[in-house]
């Protein structure tokens, strides 16, 4: 289910009891330094313009930076998980043709969203993570995502 946030972030998940676990910024910027990344997020939470989500994801072509402030997780705010972005995004610039220098970034909010969507709609965790997505199970972010709800800011 697709919504309006109204809170200023590109995309968010509510868990299954409605509570705020995720919220994601989406840039096409590439090349991103984890001190950049950092600066942003910074920059973001000091302005307020998000709520306070157990996950906080950035998210660029070439690479995603989560920040995981769950009990589960070993990692807290300071230290983000640094992801590269090919394994996740690759299937999906395959079937659009293009390449992660191509697109925009509302088709980058456009896969995200739908790889966010198969989380939420798994029926279990996987069994089989390739090595490159062990931190969707490590940091708890698949197990908060799965039977929630999706939230999209719909541009005015």
């Known amino acids: 289910m697709v919504m309006r946030s109204g809170s200023g972030w590109d995309l968010a998940v509510k868990n299954r009891d ?3 676990v995720l919220v994601v910024e989406v840039k096409r910027r590439t090349k991103v330094s984890p001190e950049w990344a950092a600066q942003l997020r910074r920059n973001i939470l000091a302005h307020g313009i998000f709520a306070d ?3 906080f994801l950035l998210v660029f072509p070439d690479q995603f930076y989560l920040w995981a402030s769950n009990k589960e ?3 807290q705010h300071e230290r983000p ?3 590269d972005s090919s394994p996740i995004l690759q299937p999906y610039l395959d079937r659009a043709d293009i390449s992660p220098e191509q697109i925009s970034e509302t088709g980058l909010e456009l896969i995200i969203t739908s ?3 198969e989380i939420i709609y798994a029926e279990e965790l996987p069994e089989q993570l390739d090595a490159s997505q062990q931190w969707l199970l490590e940091s708890g ?3 908060a995502l799965m039977g929630g709800q999706l939230e999209h800011e719909v541009a005015a």
């Open 141 to 143: 972010f698949y197990a």
């Open 115 to 117: 790889w966010l969507g």
């Open 73 to 75: 997780s070993e990692f």
């Open 53 to 55: 989500a157990p996950y």
């Open 18 to 20: 409605g509570q705020l």
């Open 81 to 83: 998980y640094i992801i």
